[in-house]
């Protein structure tokens, strides 16, 4: 197996508080990887040690098998990010910018700076200040500076933060895109759990520094089970009738008021015409598939995804 990460054992504190404990990933190579994990999880100090911006208290980051310390400016050459917000000189245009970026990095191929721009949808706007663009264009332009010199890995904390749907859309295609013409492998972070289901690979989920589990998204949908769920009046009678008229069995109650049936021989439709012709009052009733959502919030409860 071809690793472009290997982070092993890794533990952040800060005085006596203890950011990360004790975490390994290991990322293959040509993956989009993805951390999970509430505000204050630790997601972002993972991605700061990744990128160099702060070193492990313990623990070792390889980055294309080397060690990151030894040799930080070589291998994060071979690396683009976005840490939290992109910083840019304001008074400078996004080109400028770029231009300023290159040559820290002992690069310059103008031809590059503006297929970035126009890979990030900013074309035409070259010569626009930055203290003139929107959120999203900033955010845009930190892609495209990330991009740039097309490396190996791109760490991208929050990429879609400050997005409208459409430019969203747009971050997803374009992460796909160049994961798989150009095989840049991704870490990625995000709060929209739903957005990240849609274009990583495998799953970190980080809850309160620790790493929970590591899962690919084949086998979470390969997990998935559909259910219906409805909320009723009387339960006794209902789980009742559903037995005996419908003959259903593979049910649980939940909350006293809840049933949450996994047989989804009958559809939500046929369910309510059996209880309601014996005047069983429904308040709600839905059918769910378990998503990326549903996996995460499971995993923090400790396994127990009841509400």
């Keep these: 197996m071809e690793y472009i990460v290997q982070m ?8 006596e508080k203890e950011l990360i404990s004790d975490i390994s990933i290991h990322i293959k190579k040509g993956e989009i990887y993805g951390l999970l994990g509430s505000n204050g999880a630790g997601k972002t100090t993972i991605l700061k040690m990744l990128t160099g911006i ?12 080397k060690r990151l310390a030894e040799q930080t400016k070589s291998v994060l050459a071979r690396v683009g990010s976005i840490i939290e917000y992109p910083v840019f000189f304001e008074h400078l245009t996004a080109f400028e910018n770029l231009k300023l970026h290159c040559e820290y990095l002992g690069f310059f191929d103008e031809h590059e700076m503006k ?3 126009q890979l990030v949808n900013l074309k035409g706007i070259e010569e626009k200040t930055v203290k003139d663009f929107s959120l999203g264009m900033k955010q845009r332009l930190g892609i495209a500076r990330a991009i740039i010199t097309k490396p190996e890995l791109i760490v991208l904390d929050e990429p879609t933060n400050g997005l409208d749907p459409i430019g969203i859309k747009d971050m ?12 840049m492998s991704f870490v990625l972070s995000s709060h929209i759990l739903g957005e990240l289901e849609q274009i990583v690979d495998r799953v970190g989920v980080i809850h309160h520094g620790k790493l929970l589990n590591e899962i690919t998204l084949a086998d ?4 998935r089970s559909d259910y219906i769920e409805l909320v009723v009046t009387d339960v006794k009678q209902a789980v009742y009738l559903l037995e005996n008229d419908l003959h259903l069995s593979n049910m649980k109650i939940i909350q006293d008021r809840k049933i949450r049936i996994y047989d989804t021989t009958f559809t939500p439709n046929e369910i309510s015409k059996t209880l309601i012709l014996h005047d069983i009052e429904i308040e709600e009733i839905k059918k769910h598939s378990n998503s990326l959502e549903d996996y995460f919030y499971q995993q923090i409860n400790g396994g127990n995804g009841d509400d």
């Design 220 to 223: 979470i949908r390969n997990e």
């Design 172 to 183: 997803r295609h374009l992460i796909g895109m160049l994961n798989k013409e150009y095989g």
């Design 54 to 65: 702060t070193r492990p208290t313990k623990g070792e980051i390889l980055i294309l098998n």
């Design 8 to 15: 092993n054992r890794l533990t952040k504190k800060i005085k």
């Design 115 to 117: 297929q970035a721009l």
